[in-house]
């Protein structure tokens, strides 16, 4: 089927992105170990922790990323892509070509957000997500 296809190709993206976040971590790593030790002035020294923490950070995200890629990757191995982890209906291939690594369908993601914005009595955002004409 054509929706196989296509999984197969969002796969093979996922692993071309999953390898250069790899990369760009490994450069990361590199980078900062060639860093310490270089520098003895005291403010030097406090750029170089500011900038570390800043990496750090970023590196944190890309980490988080990288397992977001993971898992949608085993899940399509496990053909459990495309499968709504709350209701179990298919999800909808546009919503997939957005967003690759989406786990629920459009109405369960809908749900979950609404249920947020309760949790987090922030109704003040509540329109100013995108709404489809
Ligand atoms: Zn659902």
Redesign the pocket.
Known sequence: MIREKRIQLIRKTLVNKMEELWSNAEITLARMKKAEGTLADPFDMAVTESSRFVELACRSREIELLLDIKETILRIDRGLYGI??????L?HEKRLCIEPMSK??M??QEEKEIQNRKKNGNWAMRGMSHQHG
Not at 84 to 89: I, L, T, Y
């Open positions: 709504c982890d709350s209701c179990g209906r999800i629920l369908c109405d369960c």
